[in-house]
């Protein structure tokens, strides 16, 4: 019987890392095609805000990127190949020195430290090749170093303990470690969650208080509405690294906080960061930092469920081609595989996230002026070089956010 699941899963695993390669060229293709179909003109609705010539550069970087994106899949492919079928983690594992604990670590940490490595080529070649062609790039090779160097260390700081208590739980507690370790992982990520604002983000980035005289009053007006303070609004200097545009919402508690990237703010008018300003209010009015970290904690319980449940079965083991039963092995099949299975959950995961742009879109046409939030959207639109064109089955799959089209329809029936 054994055997027999053993054949299975090995056959499904190798089948689903061959058809969601596919999905994901096919998926990339479609969305390419679009991109060269609307090329020779600004769709109808943005013709009032997007130049020909600002519309075609999108074009050309949504191509690059796709086209850089599908070399890339195709890398991961023969990785996930090379790791699992033919055995690499399989082979690191034994390679290393057998000392307990220590052991499951260090599998654990050679394994990231290697997928880190063979992922260098593809950041440089991201930042110092492809942004610098469209004029985003603004990072240099001494920044680059020290970023990357700096979450090494973090990585090292935060990662290597929580590994050491996983594998520790696991060799200790018997059959209930799998909870335990929920519980311990689960403490964590709510640590983390409120410590990046205010400790870890700053590592990398400068934040100021938004400012500005005009900004002043209504900044106060709106935060207040929203049941925040205007100590919670920052500018970050986005600029040191890129020239694309963006704001965002994070933290928790007493650490919750609304960030704006310079480069955004200095191509958009007053009304527009209010508009932008209030979309963001509305992600944490809305609460959806809490309702995103309940189904996070829900996941993982689930995850960590099965983990207990498959710990010792020798199937699930040599049906991922690694015949070692042990800790470090299983968290790394938890993380390796399972993006596999799930990758066709992820229309569901998107649509959850486009139906709370809309939400936050809705509250900040509610809060200050629809109009403003289309201009101040479509001049990131612009700013970003990100195409207003999509295909309706590559955004289905992959768009956090609802097409520039859809937006900016529904805002536009919100003005009434
Ligand atoms: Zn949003």
């Known amino acids: 019987m054994t ?3 053993t054949y299975y899963l090995q056959v499904t695993f190798i089948s689903l890392v061959v058809i969601n390669h596919l999905a994901e060229i096919y998926l990339a293709r479609r969305q390419v095609n679009t991109f060269q179909k609307n090329k ?10 997007l130049s020909l ?6 074009i050309s970087y949504g191509t690059a990127r796709l086209n850089l994106s599908q070399a890339r899949l195709a ?20 390679a290393l020195p057998d000392w307990g604990i220590h052991h499951e670590v260090l599998f654990l940490v050679a394994f990231t430290a290697i997928s880190m490595l063979l992922n260098l080529p593809w950041s440089v070649y991201t930042t110092f090749v492809l942004e610098e062609r469209f004029g985003f790039n603004r990072s240099t090779p001494r920044l680059f170093v020290l970023d990357r160097l700096k979450g090494l260390v973090l990585a090292g700081l935060l990662g290597v303990p929580l590994l050491y208590g996983i594998v520790f739980l696991f060799q200790s507690f018997g059959s209930l470690w799998w909870l335990w370790s929920f519980l311990v992982l689960t403490a964590f990520q709510f640590g983390l969650l409120w410590l990046y604002p205010a400790v870890i983000a700053p590592l990398f980035n400068k934040f100021k208080p938004l400012e500005g005289a005009e900004l002043k009053s209504g900044i106060e007006d709106l935060v207040t509405r929203a049941g925040f303070n205007a100590r919670e609004v920052f500018v970050m200097d986005a600029s040191k690294r890129s020239s694309h545009g963006n704001a965002y919402f994070t933290g928790l508690g007493k650490n919750k906080r609304v960030v704006f990237f ?14 932008i300003l209030a979309h963001e209010l509305g992600h944490m009015k809305l609460r959806h930092i809490p309702k995103s970290l309940v189904a996070s904690v829900v996941f993982s319980f689930i995850g960590f469920w099965i983990m207990g449940a498959l710990a010792d079965e020798n199937w699930f083991f040599n049906g991922h081609f690694v015949r070692v039963i042990s800790p470090g092995v299983l968290l790394l099949l938890f993380t390796q595989a399972i993006p596999l299975y799930t990758f066709w959950a992820s229309p569901v995961f998107s649509w959850v996230s486009r139906k709370r742009e809309f939400e936050a879109d809705a509250y900040a046409a509610r809060e200050t002026k629809a109009e403003d939030l289309v201009s101040g959207l479509l001049k990131l639109y612009q700013q970003n070089a990100s195409p207003v064109v999509t295909d309706g089955l590559y955004s289905t799959f992959y768009h956090s956010h609802p097409p520039a089209y859809e937006r900016v329809r529904r805002l536009e029936s919100l003005k009434a």
């Open 53 to 58: 010539a600002d519309h075609q550069k999108a």
């Open 262 to 275: 310079d480069t955004l703010l200095k191509d958009l008018g007053t009304a527009e960061v209010l508009a």
């Open 75 to 94: 890398w991961d492919a023969v990785l996930l190949f090379y790791w699992f079928p033919f055995r690499g983690a399989e082979k690191l594992y034994l």
């Open 40 to 49: 020779s003109e600004v769709p109808f609705e943005f013709r009032h805000f």
């Open 3 to 5: 055997n027999l699941y």
